[in-house]
């Protein structure tokens, strides 16, 4: 069995962060260690919520907790997602490190979770910085969305030759497999919800239908693909079965929240699709 420690935001109600992305990958068959960066009553797009930032010294006095116990050498990966304050970047990072000591195996995940296309920016400042100067550098993958593109870039992506150049950027830093969340605006079909990964090998884009909701879009979405996408590669996928089943489950999930009439994703309602998605959709190479 494959471990991931998971470090991001923790709702209460709703799914976001740890909570999108824990039991998914637990379906699969991952045991997942969920460290969360900030504890909410609920996630932030509802534009109130309740709770609190964890302290930046807890993500190293919990790694510390682990290695103690002789632990920390069976974590595979390490995933980051929503970062509380710009201060836990740093603690974050010390924590790939230290775990990369124990075992050199082991995948840095990126989320640089910024924003969404229609919201703009809404992390705390100096978290953008962090993302951009710092852990892209030390990243193996990563997984941004189209703000998260141009945010790490600093390039105008306005269009999918654009949005392959950023990504080109990103692979020239040392980042192995870049996966593109959601092109948003840019991409070939604004129609379509589409999606990119880049690797070694080339560059693969796939695309699946857009689900229109009636008030506001759910949120958790990134934070689910990226969780997918890790675990299937832990699985033992290579890079291009991992991508279509994520971007598959994913498509899944959305349609059954679509069909339920509800603002939270119902992964619980869908979590057979997450195991073995009904949707088929194909990448193809393009470059």
């Known amino acids: 069995m494959k471990n991931v420690l998971s470090i991001q935001s923790h709702v209460v109600y709703g799914y976001a962060g740890n909570k999108a992305a824990t039991f998914p990958m637990q379906l699969l068959g991952i045991d997942v260690w969920a460290l969360n960066t900030v504890q909410f009553s609920n996630h932030t797009q509802y534009g109130k919520w309740k709770g609190m930032v964890v302290p930046k010294e807890q993500i190293g006095e919990i790694t510390q907790g682990i290695a103690e116990i002789e632990a920390l050498h069976e974590c595979d990966a390490v995933l980051s997602g929503y970062i509380g304050a710009a201060e836990q970047g740093a603690e974050i990072l010390a924590c790939v490190e230290r775990v990369k000591s124990v075992n050199p195996n082991a995948i840095y995940f990126c989320d640089p979770v910024m924003g969404h296309p229609d919201k703009g920016c809404i992390v705390a ?5 962090f993302l951009r100067d710092e852990a892209m550098a030390k990243a193996d993958i990563i997984a941004p969305n189209l703000v998260e593109l141009r945010e790490l870039t600093g390039l105008a992506v306005e ?12 692979r020239s830093k040392g980042v192995k497999r870049v996966l593109v969340k959601h092109l948003s605006k840019v991409g070939q079909n604004p129609s379509k919800f589409e999606m990119v990964l880049a690797n070694q090998d080339g560059i693969w884009h796939i695309s699946r239908p857009l689900h229109e909701f009636v008030a506001k879009d759910p949120v958790g979405v990134g934070d689910l693909t990226s969780g997918l996408f890790l675990a299937n590669l832990l699985n033992g996928k290579s890079d291009l079965e991992a991508f279509e089943h994520t971007a598959n489950a994913v498509n899944d999930v959305m349609s059954v929240t679509q069909q339920s009439g509800k603002y939270e994703l119902q992964i619980i309602k869908a979590r057979a699709l997450i195991v073995e998605p009904q949707s088929q959709y194909k990448a193809v190479k393009i470059a």
Do not use: D, S
């Not at 400042?125 to 910085?129: C, D, I, S, T, W």
């Open 159 to 170: 269009n999918f030759e654009q949005a392959l150049e950023a990504i080109k950027f990103i």
């Open 125 to 129: 400042p100096g978290v953008a910085e």
